[in-house]
Antibody
């Protein structure tokens, strides 16, 4: 069974950098079969896709966050991560990491496994 | 970006009764490879979203057969044959055809 676990700072001040890590077990992030993605959810609101990284390390970002966002991976320890610069209160949300079943380099069939989420508060 | 809409946004249902949720996309989710990239997720209270349906009508592993998906192009439907208490939560549709992947606003299903 695939398991994902987010870890991060919990609370940040405005203008700081948010760094989150997703630890993966039960699958290898460099296996060549899946992409690894971040999704966030402000309290009481819907889901927003943040970005994804594929086994080659290629990334796709949500344009709404482009310029502030960097995704990276460390296949040696089956971790992938995100960094979001210059956070504001609007970045307060639960951040989920998830596995994506990719379709070529352009699509995603589904997010089939999700982490439990990490609450990030910018205040 | 592809905009996803859902209706209704709130759906009270009696146990054992059927339920239906509509999802529409601002452009066709069909690809020339023959697949249509529409998925459904359920977020139970206090939990992460979980995959229910992918490619319009394929149930994910472990999903009960009372859940079914249908549709094509821009119009899709999730049906629950007979709602059970464990089905309460928010249902989201999502398009995976192109980045940024986008979700519908969610439909909250609860028991009457």
């Amino acid at each position: 069974q695939v398991h994902l676990q987010e870890s991060g700072p919990g609370v940040l001040e405005p203008s700081q950098t948010l760094s989150l890590t997703c630890s993966v077990s039960g699958a290898s992030i460099s296996s060549g079969r899946y992409c690894w993605t971040w999704i966030r959810q402000p309290a009481g609101k819907g889901l927003e896709w943040i970005g994804r990284i594929n086994p080659r390390g290629d990334v796709n970002y949500n344009p709404s966050l482009k310029g502030r966002l960097t995704l990276a991976r460390d296949p040696s320890i089956d971790h992938f991560s995100m960094r979001l610069l210059s956070v504001t209160a609007a970045d307060t949300a639960i951040y989920y990491c998830a596995r994506c079943v990719p379709v070529g380099d352009w699509g995603c069939e589904s997010f089939d496994f999700w982490g439990q989420g990490a609450l990030v508060t910018v205040s | 970006d592809i905009v996803m809409t859902q209706a209704p946004l709130s759906l009270p249902v009696s146990p054992g009764e059927p339920a239906s949720i509509s999802c529409r996309s601002s452009q066709s989710l069909s690809h020339s490879n023959g697949n249509t990239y529409l998925a459904w997720y359920l977020q139970k209270p206090g939990q992460s979203p979980q995959l229910l349906i992918y490619l319009v009508s394929n149930r994910a592993s472990g999903v009960p057969d009372r859940f079914s998906g249908s549709g094509s192009g821009t119009d899709f439907t999730l049906k629950i044959n007979r709602v059970e208490a464990e089905d309460v939560g928010v249902y989201y549709c999502m398009q995976g055809l192109q980045t940024p992947f986008t979700f519908g606003p969610g439909t909250k299903v609860d028991i009457k």
